[in-house]
């Protein structure tokens, strides 16, 4: 007969799944690899929606690490960890997220530590990035129009030599002013 029983569950954060939906939207394949006993990791993706063969427990340092890898070599994986048992697989990914609360391993092998807990904030990280990258192509599609036209006016000798002087760092000021405008973050 059993004399004691002792369990231990993680309840999910209010924003899990709205976050997970947000992320799969983006395009990103949610995965959990944990050190946790297969069952409650099965357990927890299935409450979170996400599909069987990519929920792994029981992974040691190494074999996250090695996933990680084998995933990066496949496409851009972004690999969230808050413990020492992270850090490789953290330093494997091609972008590397330590967590609030992490560990001095895995806050050194993060290329990004997020200073609030749950989701949210790595939703807001890649859909900042996903803006930040927009606004460098829309900026370098601007100011190689911006230098294609002039230039070309001034080599064609349609443009005094001053007024292409002056209007250089007209190009450079634009690019500033429409950066500054836009929020990505």
Do not use: C, Q
């Amino acid at each position: 007969a059993a004399v004691a029983l002792a369990a231990v569950d993680d309840d999910l954060r209010e924003d899990t799944l709205a976050s997970l939906d947000r992320l799969r939207s983006m395009g990103w394949t949610p995965h959990i690899l944990s050190g946790d006993h297969p069952e409650i990791v099965s357990r927890i993706g299935a409450r979170l929606g996400i599909a069987e063969e990519h929920l792994i427990g029981g992974a040691s340092p190494e074999f996250k690490a090695r996933y990680v890898a084998g995933l990066a070599a496949e496409g851009p994986v972004v690999m969230v960890g808050d413990g020492v048992n992270d850090a490789a697989a953290l330093a494997s990914a091609r972008v590397g997220v330590a967590v609030h609360g992490g560990a001095e391993a895995s806050l050194a092998a993060a290329d990004v530590y997020l200073d609030r807990e749950g989701l949210a904030p790595l939703v807001e990280l890649l859909m900042g990035t996903r803006r930040a990258f927009g606004v460098i192509r829309r900026n370098l599609v601007v100011s190689l129009a911006y230098n294609v036209v002039f230039a070309s006016l001034a080599v064609a000798g349609k443009i005094d030599p001053l007024a292409a002087a002056v209007l250089m760092p007209i190009s450079s000021l634009s690019v500033v002013v429409l950066s500054f405008r836009s929020k990505t973050f």
